[in-house]
């Protein structure tokens, strides 16, 4: 079973931009959906974008048109851009597999939107 770690995270004014990116711990060429998902403080985790083998890519309408994912196979990646970061997209964000994700959550990494 792959498990997944994640970096990429930091302390980033609103507005500004992040570069997430997350590693299989083995091949993820075979995983056909690969999904990003962030939980924050007091909050459920949640999911927030999909990327299959397609590549087809779906996301969390609040993310829409500012996150955008993508996956290297050949490097067991998958990356996470996101741009015009908002206070609410404050959490911590890991990828798991899609759409039902495996009880191992892996490494995670902290995301903070703040002036």
């Known amino acids: 079973q792959v498990q997944f770690v994640a970096s990429g995270g930091g302390l980033v004014q609103p507005g500004g931009s992040l570069r997430l990116s997350c590693v299989g711990t083995?091949?993820?060429?075979?995983?056909?959906?690969v999904g990003w998902y962030r939980q924050a403080p007091g909050k459920e985790r949640e999911w927030v974008a999909t990327?299959?083998?397609?590549?087809?890519?779906h996301y969390y309408e609040p993310v829409k048109g500012r996150f955008t994912i993508s996956r290297d196979n050949a490097k067991n990646t998958v990356f996470l851009q996101m741009d015009s970061l908002k206070s609410e997209d404050t959490a911590v964000y890991y990828c798991n597999t899609a759409p039902l994700p495996s009880d191992d959550w892996g490494q995670g990494t902290q995301v903070t939107v703040s002036s």
């Open positions: 083995s091949s993820i060429a075979n995983i056909y959906a």
């Open positions: 990327i299959t083998s397609g590549p087809d890519t």
